[in-house]
């Protein structure tokens, strides 16, 4: 039975941080007061570092799966940035004062809220809310659309985060 390349990986790195640390331990012992020093030190160094190895493991299982933390923390992640470019873009293109904010100041909170609605590993009902909102923020002519839109975009990545 072959074990899979993260938990391969995983004892290698093992094995590598035991030594390092034993061999650290022993020259540090050296530095300080010679050979007995360095026994010890290399023998308390040595096995802490494999107890620190072997603690990490469940970690290192759990985050090389395929459903793992580590990607629905970056779907997270993308999507609420999605959610604040968007609405910094809704913010320049409905100014409290009408004609508060130049075309250039606008095209620059547009630009980057498309970025990120572009990113992969975005999730397809965000990306999809994300679309409408933009749609209804680049039409520009009604406020209320707009932010239902909007309301649609943040209850859509509410929903995202509460489904894992």
């Known amino acids: 039975m072959t074990s899979p390349p993260a938990a391969r990986i995983h004892l290698m790195t093992t094995f590598f941080l035991v030594t390092c640390g034993a061999l650290g331990g022993a020259c540090f012992g050296l530095l300080l ?3 007995g020093t360095a026994v010890v030190a290399a023998g308390a160094a040595g096995p802490r ?3 620190g190895a072997f603690l990490s493991r469940r970690q290192v299982r759990h985050s090389s799966s395929p459903g793992s933390c580590r990607s629905t923390k970056y779907a997270e992640g993308i999507a609420d ?5 968007i609405a910094t873009y809704q913010a320049a293109a409905f100014p409290l004062p ?6 250039e100041e606008r ?3 547009r630009t980057p809220a498309y970025r ?3 990113v992969d590993g975005l999730p ?9 909102a933009l749609d209804a923020v680049d039409q520009g002519r009604d406020t209320d659309h707009a932010q239902a839109a909007m309301d649609a975009l943040f209850l859509t990545v509410y929903e995202h985060r509460r489904i894992r």
């Open 107 to 109: 095209d620059a909170r």
């Open 124 to 132: 397809p009902a965000v990306r999809g809310s994300a679309a409408d």
């Open 116 to 118: 990120v609605a572009a």
């Open 33 to 35: 007061g010679g050979r």
């Open 98 to 103: 009408p004609g508060g904010l130049t075309e």
């Open 49 to 51: 570092a494999g107890t």
């Open 81 to 85: 940035a999605v959610l604040v470019n």
